[in-house]
Each structure stands twice: as C-alpha cells, then as structure tokens.
C-alpha cells in the first residue's frame, strides 16, 4: 500500500468516526487479521499502555473482536463490511443532530428577531446635541409623535431650539399628541398655544407623579430629555 493510498484509506476512516491511531491500526491489522498484543507490538506504532487503549476503542467500534486460545489473547480484525455499520450510525447520529437544530431553530429566530428590535441606546449631552436629537425625530418621518411635556417655572433650556423644531414638524405636516400635568400652570400654559390641526393636548390624571422631563415617543423610538 503507497503511502498515499494509506493516508487516504485513515482519512476516510476517520471521517466514519474513528480516531487517527484508530484508523492506523486498524488498516494494519486487515494485512494481519489475528495478532497478539505482543505480535501488535511489533509492527504498530504504539506502546503497550497506548496499544490496549487504542484496541479497546476498535473493540467499542466492533471492528475486532478478541478471543483466548490459551493463555494468550488474540485479536481478530472484522471483515471492512462493517464499515457500514458506522456509517449507518453516523447517519443515525446526524438524523438525530438535524431533528434537535431543527427543534432548536424556532427559539434562536426568536431570541435573534427579539434582539433585532431591541433599541439601541444613544445618548446626547449638551444643547447642540439635544437639537440633533429632535431634528432626528423628524428626519424619521413619523406619523404621529407622542410626547409628555413638562411645563416649570422659569425658563427652560432650549425653548427656542423647540419652537423651530415644532414649526418644522407642522410643516411636514406630522401629528404631536402631548400629554401634560393637570395643574394650574400646564392649563395656562396650554391655554396660550395656537390652534392648528396637527397638535393635541390632554391632561394627565391628578394623582399622576409629574416627571421633571420632556419625553418622546416616535417610530418604536423612546428619548427622554432633562
């Protein structure tokens, strides 16, 4: 046998499960089909400890088989149709392997589909920041934003920065619902805002805890700001 023809023989042999002292043995034994363990030993490549263990894994293959005649131990290669035997397991263990991904798939598309949706969190610090965030907002085309609007006393930051977005959004024509707190100052405040037909107001209930935040909800998008 070229060595060659040896390699490919254990690489094939290996494929059907086999380990690769395994496979060598094996082949070996085919020119040599009864031997004893001291007759193994001088021809194979292993030492005794190394040569038992890699027997009782041919054994466990059921491609030899070991029987006493005497004193002595002999083992005996099995006819190579036994090969088919191991593939016929490999293919029952890969039938086997295909049902559990197949029975796994469900969950991983789920997991992945979740964690596709899952919002990415941005932050932004600053003024000009917070006007990139709303001009976001509106670059996202949405057909409705729903916002909690925060109405304090004294000047709030970024009032200007507001306005002009709030005169973009009317112009594009996209609908704002905004709740505010049911108190004196947010009625005041909503009784000073223009009528147009793109901007709702509602009260939130009484015994809801006022936020001290300007919150927005667009597009599955949720930005909060201080």
């Known amino acids: 046998m070229t060595s060659n023809k040896k390699s490919r023989n ?3 042999l290996q494929k059907l499960g086999l380990g690769e002292n395994e496979a060598l043995l094996y082949s070996l034994m085919l020119k040599r089909p009864k031997s004893t363990v001291l007759e193994l030993q001088s021809w194979a490549p292993f030492p005794r400890t190394m040569l038992y263990y890699v027997l009782n894994n041919l054994k466990s293959a059921g491609l030899i088989t070991a029987t006493r005649e005497g004193w002595r131990t002999k083992y005996i290669a099995q006819n190579p149709e036994h090969l088919y035997e191991l593939l016929a397991k490999r293919e029952q263990d890969f039938n086997s392997e295909m049902q559990s991904v197949a029975r796994l798939i469900p969950d991983l598309k789920t997991t992945f589909r979740l964690a596709s949706k899952r919002p990415d969190t941005q932050i932004f610090s600053g003024i000009d920041d917070y006007k990139i965030a709303l001009e976001n907002m509106l670059k996202s085309n949405p057909k409705i934003i729903y916002q909690y609007k925060y109405i304090g006393k004294g000047r709030i930051p970024g009032i200007e920065i507001r306005e002009e977005i709030d005169k973009k959004r009317l112009n594009k024509r996209i609908d704002l619902k905004m709740i505010v707190a049911d108190d004196d100052e947010a009625k005041a405040w909503v009784d000073t805002q223009p009528y ?8 939130a209930p009484k015994d809801l805890q006022v ?3 300007d919150i927005y909800l667009y597009e599955n998008i949720f930005y909060w700001s201080n």
């Open 10 to 12: 254990i690489t094939i």
């Open 196 to 203: 147009d037909d793109f901007t709702w107001h509602c009260f």
């Open 211 to 213: 936020c001290q935040t």
